[in-house]
């Protein structure tokens, strides 16, 4: 059973930076998409960032410039950079997998628990 685990959220000040990771456990065969997406209070899960196999990165509007996002085929990882952070990017932040696991011939979608990412004013 494919499995994701996230870590490195917390709490910054406005203007601090943050690093997101999320490596993913279990037999791969292809993974096409690794991203990130973030849940606030009251409101939507929104795409944050997701970067495809030939490495191509796409970025809400809300974060390009401030944030980068990076994967690490050979550990099946995705990292985010958060840099210059604002109040509004306070949410739960979830990791996304879009891959074809070992003994499946399909694409499967893999989520992450989450984790809490709070920036105080």
């Known amino acids: 059973q494919l499995r994701l685990v996230e870590s490195g959220g917390g709490l910054v000040q406005s ?5 997101l990771s999320c490596a993913a456990s279990g037999s791969i065969n ?3 998409t690794m991203g990130w997406y973030r849940q606030a209070p009251g409101k939507q899960r929104e795409l944050v960032a997701i970067i495809g196999s030939g490495d191509t ?11 980068t996002i990076s994967r690490d ?6 990292n985010l950079q958060m840099n210059s952070l604002k ?10 997998l879009n891959a074809v696991p070992a003994g499946i011939l399909n694409f499967q979608s893999y989520w992450g628990r989450g984790t809490q990412v709070t920036v105080s004013s």
């Open 15 to 19: 203007g601090g930076s943050l690093r």
């Open 30 to 32: 292809y993974i096409a």
């Open 57 to 67: 990165p796409n970025y809400a509007d809300s974060v390009k410039g401030r944030f």
């Open 73 to 78: 085929n050979a550990k099946n990882s995705v």
């Open 87 to 96: 109040p509004e990017d306070t949410a739960v932040y979830y990791c996304n």
